[in-house]
């Protein structure tokens, strides 16, 4: 081609820092769409010439007047790449056709659109940049060395104040549990992002670039705001850059250095309620959230301009690709650019690093659409979300592999992959995993905790232990793995208001009763009739109800056993209350067990399957058991709260204040087990986990048949 287009006239090419090699660099803006393009040493000598319209003039003018060697190709690979991203003017047909092309190609449906952007929607509100240029005196002490080292003294001595008072400031939290505070906290949010998005449009105005728009952006429908920065891409100076990219994060830090110094310093009030809500949201915003490099956010471009890489992401998983492919094919293809091995491997495992980040994110959203919306549209947007942004990604790859399938050749890679990709399958789709773990509870078959009946003081000789026997209080008969046949003594409780109730209503009693005997000879009696003998019948039960709770203070073995005691046993004369904890008599021999099964497991359990229980404790043996029994239907309560999770179990459960049970927060049923050997009893309930002996399969079988019990339970509206 002799003669060149031409270019448009609002591009502008202004110097850049030089490459990681050293080389020149300079950047071409395109302001109509606000794009940046780095191009080098070259590119830029063919554009200072591009006036002169001739492609041989063009080079021979390049290779006389500098020590660069260019070619033909060179123009034209310029010039295409002009051409495909619409920086020349177009004059003829054929551009106006290719832009209505391009045009065509880069717009999508409606719902396509929404696909695409319900993720991120960008809506700018407001133009700053005059306001910008008359306020800027007002924040240009924050520029000062001075700010930033009141700043970092700030920090120290906040930080060191509210160590000595770090229980109060933690439990801080707890007051904002409720919809005020959580209203409280998305206020004091709002105001450290505001002040954030203000420091990246201050720092970025100060070193000469245009902020075109402020605005919200909604992910996920949750709000956030933004600024448009795109111009510090002219900003030549690296350290510039990085101040503008780290600037909102610095604001915050300072906010948040500052806040926690006022909450130390202030009294109890709302002042210092705000300072503590602007302390925690500002640290844990720009720490959890900001600095991550994984999403774009300020830490991703931080780091680009820190390895001084623009389109970090992209270049990372273009080698993470590469590298990918030939660890599983050795198709043998050439890097995507060049490297020293250092950087090399450091963006391959960035790369990576990022894939895994942003699955674990979008699957979180996709759970957070799921339940924050009614349930047609989060099983809709779960699926999109879990489509688009996870199985997409991987079925594309899957998809360049395969068309690439000619290319291979049996090398030491595919012959690898292929040994992983056997052994994967086998692990996966072979019935080879038997046997249902689940958490469980076991006990002595026989085993009975003794409490007391009402309050009162433990009865004996002064210096006594109980529990004791009847025949002599003062013998022992309370040490641990003490044995007692059924209906022993072991302990009796002396009630002072019981004593005291009975005496006074076996003395009413004796007075109805005498005026029962009297009745027919006194005239006052006898008119109070039927009467007078009914509360003398009630005055008996009342006597008889007192002795039966007294007889109930003489605690006795249920059956013969052996005594557990929890700890020290009390002395004669030590007050307990109702209700007190005594100790246990265990049966002679028998293990009892329950196991919790989830709704996949149940199915694969039966009666007569072998039970392997692991106790927790590791000193204690393992049992070998068999199950005896399924639960028909699935708990409603657990009565098991070593296996809650409100108290350290497996379980997800809830406790219910109002019932005082402790609800499963899934479908669980119980299996009993018994007929354990090798064991004559337990000394104690042990909780552990029992494997339940049952039908092999697979654990993709396995996770199918999970998936199909999710969308059978989930898709029940």
Not at 165 to 187: K, L, M, P, R, S
Not at 352 to 357: E, I, N, P, V
Not at 613 to 637: G, M, R, Y
Request: with cysteine; proline share 5%; aromatic share 12%.
């Amino acid at each position: 081609m002799a003669i060149l287009p031409q270019l448009r006239q609002e591009l502008t090419l202004t110097p850049a820092a030089a490459s990681p090699e050293g080389a020149p660099t300079w950047m071409l803006h395109d302001p109509a769409a606000n794009r940046f393009f780095q191009i080098g040493w070259p590119a830029f000598e063919i554009l200072a010439r591009w006036a002169m319209d001739d492609v041989a003039a063009i080079v021979a003018s390049v290779n006389r007047e500098t020590t660069l060697r260019v070619s033909v190709a060179d123009v034209e690979t310029l010039l295409r790449m002009l051409s495909q991203q619409n920086l020349l003017v177009a004059r003829t047909a054929a551009d106006t056709e290719r832009m209505k092309q391009y045009k065509a190609s880069s717009q999508s449906s409606s719902a396509m659109w929404l696909l695409k952007h319900y993720l991120m929607i960008r809506i700018p509100l407001w133009h700053p940049m005059d306001f910008l240029r008359r306020t800027a005196g007002l924040v240009a002490f924050a520029y000062s060395r001075l700010f930033w080292l009141l700043v970092g003294a700030s920090a120290l001595v906040g930080l060191f104040l509210v160590s000595r008072h770090w229980d109060e400031f933690v439990h801080t939290f707890h007051g904002y549990a409720d919809v005020q505070g959580i209203v409280a906290v998305g206020i004091a949010l709002g105001c450290a992002k505001v002040l954030h998005e203000f420091g990246h449009a201050y720092t970025a105005q100060r070193y000469g670039c245009r902020v075109p728009t402020m605005g919200v952006a909604f992910l996920v429908m949750l709000p956030v705001l933004y600024t448009d920065t795109t111009e510090a891409w002219k900003v030549s100076s690296r350290a510039r850059r990085l101040r503008i990219g780290a600037a909102g994060m610095l604001t915050e830090i300072a906010l948040a250095a500052f806040a926690t110094l006022a909450w130390s310093l202030l009294p109890d009030g709302p002042l210092k309620a705000g300072a503590f809500l602007l302390a925690t949201t500002s640290w844990v915003g720009t720490l959890a959230i900001n600095a991550s490099p994984f999403m774009r956010f300020d830490g991703y471009f931080l780091l680009s301009d820190w390895l001084d890489m623009p389109n970090l992401h992209e270049r990372a998983f273009a080698l993470g690709r590469w590298w990918l492919r030939e660890a599983l094919f050795g198709f043998g293809d050439p890097q995507p650019e060049p490297f020293r091995p250092g950087r090399r491997w450091f963006l391959i495992a960035f790369s990576f690093a990022t894939w895994l980040y942003r699955l674990a994110v979008f699957f979180s959203i996709a759970l957070i659409v799921y339940h924050a919306f009614f349930k047609v549209l989060g099983i809709l947007l779960f699926c999109v979300e879990f489509g688009w942004f996870i199985i997409r990604p991987i079925a594309q790859e899957a998809a360049v592999s395969w068309k690439r399938r000619g290319d291979l050749a049996w090398c030491r890679q595919t012959r690898r992959t292929l040994v992983v990709a056997v052994l994967v399958l086998g692990f996966l789709l072979l019935p080879w995993h038997g046997g249902v773990s689940a958490p469980a509870v076991f006990a002595p078959r026989q085993a009975q905790g003794l409490y007391t009946a009402a309050p009162g003081y433990l009865a004996g000789e002064a210096g006594a232990a109980v529990p004791v026997t009847a025949s002599a209080f003062a013998a022992p008969l309370g040490r641990e793995g003490q044995q007692v046949k059924a209906g022993d003594v072991l302990a009796v409780v002396v009630s002072p208001d019981l004593s005291y109730q009975l005496k006074a209503a076996q003395a009413e009693e004796a007075v109805l009763r005498w005026k029962v005997e009297q009745q027919s000879f006194d005239d006052r009696l006898r008119q109070q009739g039927v009467a007078l003998r009914r509360r003398w019948d009630a005055a008996r039960q009342t006597v008889d109800g007192l002795k039966a709770q007294i007889d109930q203070l003489t605690i006795r073995a249920p059956f013969a056993g052996r005594i557990s005691l929890p700890g020290d046993a009390p002395v004669a004369g030590t007050w307990l209350p109702r209700g007190e904890y005594l100790f246990d008599v265990i049966g002679p021999a028998g293990i009892k067990g329950d196991a919790y099964v989830d709704e996949y497991d149940v199915s694969r359990v039966r009666p007569g399957d072998p039970a392997t229980f692991v106790p927790s404790l590791a000193e204690a043996a393992t049992l070998h058991c068999i199950v005896q029994a399924v639960d028909k239907v699935n708990l409603s309560a657990l009565d098991e709260p070593a296996v809650a999770s409100v108290y350290g179990g497996p379980i997800p459960a809830e406790q219910d204040r109002k019932n005082h049970q402790l609800v499963p927060l899934q479908a669980i049923w119980r299996v009993r087990i018994g007929d354990c050997a090798g064991a004559a009893t337990l000394a104690r309930e042990l909780d552990g986990v029992a494997t339940l002996g049952a039908n092999r399969e697979s654990y993709a079988g396995r996770w199918i048949r999970e998936g199909i019990a999710i969308i059978q339970r989930e898709a029940g509206f």
